[in-house]
């Protein structure tokens, strides 16, 4: 249960601060709009780190916050197939929480922006150039990257990582994917951080919002699950474990 209140609380905070950004950046009459994509992408990856300590401090030790960095944990064997399903359901949930925290935070920002698309990507991430398979290949690389560089991490070979210091690595990781690789698609890398807020847009009361554009949804979801899978291949086949 711990566990779970850990994963549930981390997730939230990293929409919370991710989202966040997303809004501030975007939003008409906010004071960070225009602030650009590494802004973007640093707050993303300060979200990351924020939501790994929450986790950790509220019982959840790996303090994943993705579903696909929980597949890749269950496949060597850190989670049940229970444990990983009901991780995973928890994690969504609290993208929901955090992205209508954002709402609320930026309340009466959404009337004022017209743009339609840009609201929709505060909360969930959508292509530069709409081409599913060529998407799918994107976000599967950058989650292949985000779980396989986490491996390599925190394996054996490196040795033991101070106390304290793995949310600050993990952090950066994510701010270099986004930096390298988030141009094509946003670098969602993660079913919670995109499902849950794109619940949140569907199901919030925003101005204005239009489609909560379903027929993308599922790439960013399939693709950072298959990516998990994909490290975990090339692991073994590398004997990193």
Same mark, same amino acid.
């Given at each position: 249960?711990?566990?779970?209140?850990?994963?549930?609380?981390?997730?939230?905070?990293?929409?919370?601060?991710?989202?966040?950004?997303?809004?501030?950046?975007? #939003?008409?009459? $906010?004071?960070? %709009?225009?602030? &650009?994509? @590494? *802004?973007?992408? +640093?707050?993303?990856?300060? !979200?990351?780190?924020?939501?790994?300590?929450?986790?950790?401090?509220?019982?959840?030790?790996?303090?994943?916050?993705?579903?696909?960095?929980?597949?890749?944990?269950?496949?060597?064997?850190?989670?049940?197939?229970?444990?990983? #399903?009901?991780? $995973?359901?928890? %994690?969504?949930? &609290?993208? @929901? *929480?955090?992205? +209508?925290?954002?709402?609320? !935070?930026?309340?009466?920002?959404?009337?004022?922006?017209?743009?339609?698309?840009?609201?929709?990507?505060?909360?969930?991430?959508?292509?530069?150039?709409?081409?599913?398979?060529?998407?799918?290949?994107?976000?599967?690389?950058?989650?292949?990257?985000?779980?396989?560089?986490?491996?390599?991490?925190?394996?054996?070979?490196?040795?033991?990582?101070? !106390?304290?210091?793995?949310?600050?690595?993990?952090?950066?990781?994510?701010?270099?994917?986004?930096?390298?690789?988030?141009?094509?698609?946003?670098?969602?890398?993660?079913?919670?951080?995109?499902?849950?807020?794109?619940?949140?847009?569907?199901?919030?009361?925003?101005?204005?919002?239009?489609?909560?554009?379903?027929?993308?949804?599922?790439?960013?979801?399939?693709?950072?699950?298959?990516?998990?899978?994909?490290?975990?291949?090339?692991?073994?086949?590398?004997?990193?474990?």
């Amino acid at each position: 249960m711990d566990n779970l209140l850990g994963e549930f609380f981390g997730t939230m905070v990293l929409m919370v601060f991710g989202c966040g950004v997303c809004a501030c950046n975007t #939003l008409t009459k $906010s004071k960070g %709009q225009g602030g &650009g994509w @590494i *802004c973007i992408t +640093a707050g993303w990856g300060f !979200a990351v780190t924020l939501g790994v300590f929450t986790a950790t401090t509220l019982g959840a030790p790996q303090g994943d916050l993705n579903p696909a960095v929980t597949l890749g944990k269950t496949l060597i064997g850190l989670y049940t197939v229970p444990q990983f #399903l009901a991780t $995973s359901i928890v %994690q969504v949930i &609290g993208g @929901i *929480c955090g992205a +209508a925290l954002v709402w609320l !935070a930026y309340l009466p920002h959404w009337a004022e922006t017209e743009d339609k698309a840009a609201k929709l990507g505060i909360f969930c991430t959508a292509p530069a150039i709409r081409k599913y398979p060529l998407n799918f290949l994107c976000e599967m690389i950058a989650s292949f990257f985000l779980m396989f560089i986490i491996w390599m991490i925190f394996s054996k070979q490196v040795g033991v990582i101070p !106390a304290g210091m793995g949310p600050y690595i993990v952090g950066i990781l994510v701010w270099a994917i986004g930096m390298s690789l988030g141009g094509p698609t946003g670098y969602a890398i993660n079913p919670a951080r995109d499902l849950g807020p794109r619940l949140a847009h569907f199901i919030l009361p925003i101005a204005e919002k239009g489609s909560s554009d379903w027929a993308y949804a599922w790439v960013p979801v399939v693709a950072p699950l298959v990516g998990a899978v994909v490290a975990y291949g090339v692991a073994v086949l590398l004997t990193v474990f």
